[in-house]
């Protein structure tokens, strides 16, 4: 990595994190230089504007996204494995990847009645991640650790729906038992997959 390409990737580390803080819309080019101490002029020269700034913020969260969740994910065996995997890493990711939250998800309050770049690199990071979600649980049906007749894309719904309600109840809420509550839904959902026993 050049230094060019290396200061970009520190500039993007910290607009990312300072978005989880202010949110989205409150990243501009000058809360960006107040943060990191660089020139609006020199910040400008790495992003033409704001909405650039906010559509390569998201796009450099989608990549850390990836190595934190989707790569360990893969890697994981196939089958309900994988899907425990990828729920365990989702929500770790939601309580840790930065201070203020999931970006994403506060993005998506923020953007979801506004055309636009901003909006438009928004659904397709969350269409690319329920894909690869309704994929992995389509290996557990293949491996025969839940059902054939699962829907895999309803299953993305409802575990996306605990893990939003994670997201709520944990950073609004403040409920100590956030994680415990979105993990005993998750062995729910998990067990109504599961083949139906056989009686002898």
């Known amino acids: 990595m050049g230094k060019g390409e290396s200061t970009r990737t520190a500039i993007l580390d910290e607009a990312t994190e300072l978005a989880s803080l202010v949110g989205l819309g409150g990243l501009t080019i000058g809360t960006l230089a107040a943060a990191t101490k660089l020139s609006k002029s020199g910040l400008y020269a790495h992003f033409a504007s704001k909405e650039a ?11 850390r996204f990836t190595d934190v ?16 995997e990828f729920f365990d890493r989702w929500i770790t990711w939601q309580s840790t990847a930065f201070d203020g939250g999931c970006i994403f998800v506060d993005a998506a309050s923020e953007f979801d009645d506004q055309e636009g770049p901003v909006r438009d690199e928004l659904v397709r990071a969350e269409r690319d991640k ?7 649980v389509g290996t557990a049906v ?7 007749d699962v829907d895999a894309e309803q299953f993305a719904y409802e575990l996306e729906g605990i893990v939003l309600a ?8 403040r ?26």
């Open 53 to 63: 700034l906010q559509v390569e913020v998201l796009q450099h969260a989608r990549e």
């Open 69 to 84: 969740v989707m790569r360990p994910t893969v890697a994981t065996p196939r089958g309900e494995a994988r899907v425990r």
């Open 130 to 136: 329920l894909e690869s979600l309704t994929l992995i």
């Open 142 to 148: 293949s491996e025969g650790h839940f059902r054939d």
């Open 166 to 173: 994670h997201h709520h109840a944990r950073r609004l809420m």
């Open 175 to 200: 409920d100590g038992r956030a994680e415990e509550r979105a993990r005993r839904a998750f062995d729910r959902l998990i067990d109504d997959c599961r083949p139906v026993a056989r009686s002898a």
